[in-house]
């Protein structure tokens, strides 16, 4: 999951750039809006699995220490 958060995250950046490159060509401009909104769309979901890449550690480190415990 946090390597595939990672993926979609560099995507996303890659993307964003691309679409501030096409952006001022007016060649291009009608395809830019594309690239914005696939570019913010990686960047939230590379974010969203790292985040639930690190709770589902946490959760696990909590899960050990519980049978430990018992």
């Known amino acids: ?11 996303g950046i890659l993307n964003l750039i691309a679409g501030f490159g096409m952006s001022s060509d007016p060649n291009f401009a009608d395809k830019a809006g594309g690239k914005f909104g ?3 769309g990686c960047i939230v ?5 790292l985040n639930r890449a690190d709770k589902k550690k ?3 480190k909590e899960k050990d220490r519980w049978n430990n415990e018992n």
């Open 38 to 40: 696939f570019g913010i």
């Open 45 to 49: 979901l590379g974010i969203y699995l």
């Open 58 to 60: 946490e959760e696990q």
């Open 1 to 11: 999951m946090k390597v595939g958060g990672i993926i979609a995250l560099i995507f």
